[in-house]
């Protein structure tokens, strides 16, 4: 017959995780949260929420996975023809989803997230979704002769050092943002870093385009699609952390806090609890 203290043990564990919303994974916190107002989450990179927070009060669902998806797919396209791979140079096949996936896709689900109260996911998918909306402009040949009216009027040089400012504007913004997930995951987090080092190099690559021939630096190019494709990967796996929980999914994929994180110095004050108690029965 089982005993009171460990039925009242059972219980405050059980207590603990529907309170957090949060399994011992460290995984979606979203999954069977209680909305309580007491209820407080641990940052999450599934629902782009760098910090702790309290689950919306509200019949939307989190829209981060959607804007993730948009994000990883038009992304990991841009960066395989950035690797040249296959030969492939021209990235006229991104116009499309840049303008459909990762620009209107990714922009609404920011919207949503402004919807939802979570500010940094709004402000940084809109401004995403927004990034590859004014990348398909600049790519389309013909329609809005961007690059054209360079070329027209003075030189592809300046057409290349023009896009490359546009770049390094991106860089910083994702730069500004990425300082804001420093006290949340390493999934989260390494998101943005990746992310703000493709902006870097291939800015680099285009700015540098006048002092190497009148074309971008092949190695600062390939570098940027190699960064780009680790970005795409964890903005996938930021996407899955998300939507999977053990409602729909076989497993689930941690995120791994950060140890001065919250939910880090959480998890080190409960292993400081267990180390007595440890102690004391090997005695």
Known sequence: MPSSSGSSHAEHKESATQRHGYGDYGGNPLAHVNTGESARLPAFGGAFQPGLYRPPKTQIAN???LGLAGFALTTFLLSLINLGTRGLSSPSIVIGPAFAY???IQLLAGMWDIAVGNVFGGCALSSYGGFWIGLAIILTPGG???ESTYQSSTSINDF???FAFYLYAWMIFTFIIWLCTLKSTVA????LFTVWITFLLLATSYYVAPTQGGE???PLTRAGGAFGIVASFIAWWNMLAGIADPSNSLFLVPVFHFPWSE???EQRREKAEKRPATNGDQV
């Open 216 to 218: 971008p630096n092949v």
């Open 188 to 191: 989260f987090s390494s998101l």
């Open 160 to 162: 290349y050092l023009a």
């Open 63 to 65: 829209p981060a996975p």
């Open 144 to 146: 809005f002769q961007v």
């Open 102 to 104: 990762g620009g209107l």
């Open 263 to 265: 939910k880090g110095r």
